[in-house]
């Protein structure tokens, strides 16, 4: 991963460089959701572009501490990257409508500790370290507005891909199965798989769990980009 990171942002500097429009941009509503976003586009043509997103999420504590949070949600750090491919049937790349291919490829990660009440006596301690996988493609449409200035505005209202997930589990303590799920706490997730979908696998040699889905899920992608091209 930090490999594809350092290659991704090589790309962008050579692009800085090289481009004659180059935008360089950052997605407002992600903030909303703990979500740092930077994204260069190059317009390589009149009527074709390619665009890569860097996105890392950053823990909810941060800035601003939550109370009702769960442990998991609370920690949750990672980094996911979007590659685009994008045409403009007009011509006038990058500014005006767009549609293309991209794809979304990520990691995520959590790490906490505390103690189990399995009843007033019996109380274990234990760690916990999830780590959770995406692999995606899909199709997006937007409108890019290149203003005289230069300022980007970049309205991105289409967006659906088919992601692959893989979601896996490091713990410590003397834990059951039971205890494991009431202490992630994701809604839906238990020794079944998600909603009975699946196989959650447990290794007690190694003390790891991994949750196998059979399929790829749907996912979305919008935004509301601001920027400036060079």
């Given at each position: 991963?930090?490999?594809?990171?350092?290659?991704?942002?090589?790309?962008?500097?050579?692009?800085?460089?090289?481009?004659?429009?180059?935008?360089?941009?950052?997605?407002?509503?992600?903030?909303?959701?703990?979500?740092?976003?930077?994204?260069?586009?190059?317009?390589?043509?009149?009527?074709?572009?390619?665009?890569?997103?860097?996105?890392?999420?950053?823990?909810?504590?941060?800035?601003r501490t939550f109370k009702?949070?769960?442990?998991?949600?609370?920690?949750?750090?990672?980094?996911?990257?979007?590659?685009?491919?994008?045409?403009?049937?007009?011509?006038?790349?990058?500014?005006?409508?767009?549609?293309?291919?991209?794809?979304?490829?990520?990691?995520?990660?959590?790490?906490?500790?505390?103690?189990?009440?399995?009843?007033?006596?019996?109380?274990?301690?234990?760690?916990?370290?999830?780590?959770?996988?995406?692999?995606?493609?899909?199709?997006?449409?937007?409108?890019?507005?290149?203003?005289?200035?230069?300022?980007s505005i970049d309205i991105?209202?289409?967006?659906?891909?088919?992601?692959?997930?893989?979601?896996?589990?490091?713990?410590?303590?003397?834990?059951?199965?039971?205890?494991?799920?009431?202490?992630?706490?994701?809604?839906?997730?238990?020794?079944?798989?998600?909603?009975?979908?699946?196989?959650?696998?447990?290794?007690?040699?190694?003390?790891?769990?991994?949750?196998?889905?059979?399929?790829?899920?749907?996912?979305?992608?919008?935004?509301?980009?601001?920027?400036?091209?060079?």
């Amino acid at each position: 991963m930090k490999r594809i990171i350092l290659m991704c942002i090589g790309v962008c500097l050579f692009m800085t460089v090289k481009a004659q429009y180059f935008t360089l941009k950052t997605n407002l509503p992600s903030f909303a959701f703990n979500n740092v976003s930077l994204t260069g586009e190059y317009a390589f043509k009149s009527d074709a572009s390619v665009a890569l997103n860097l996105n890392y999420h950053y823990p909810k504590g941060t800035f601003r501490t939550f109370k009702d949070v769960d442990g998991f949600r609370y920690h949750l750090h990672g980094l996911y990257v979007t590659p685009e491919f994008r045409l403009y049937p007009q011509e006038e790349a990058p500014n005006g409508f767009y549609w293309g291919p991209y794809l979304r490829i990520g990691r995520f990660g959590s790490k906490w500790n505390g103690a189990y009440e399995y009843d007033s006596i019996n109380i274990v301690g234990y760690n916990v370290k999830l780590n959770l996988t995406e692999i995606g493609a899909g199709v997006q449409a937007g409108y890019q507005f290149i203003l005289e200035n230069g300022i980007s505005i970049d309205i991105l209202f289409l967006g659906p891909r088919i992601s692959y997930f893989g979601f896996k589990g490091q713990f410590d303590g003397d834990l059951d199965e039971e205890a494991i799920f009431d202490i992630i706490q994701i809604e839906g997730l238990d020794e079944n798989g998600f909603y009975g979908i699946g196989k959650s696998v447990f290794d007690w040699f190694t003390q790891s769990a991994t949750i196998r889905l059979p399929f790829a899920f749907p996912a979305y992608r919008i935004g509301f980009c601001l920027g400036y091209t060079f």
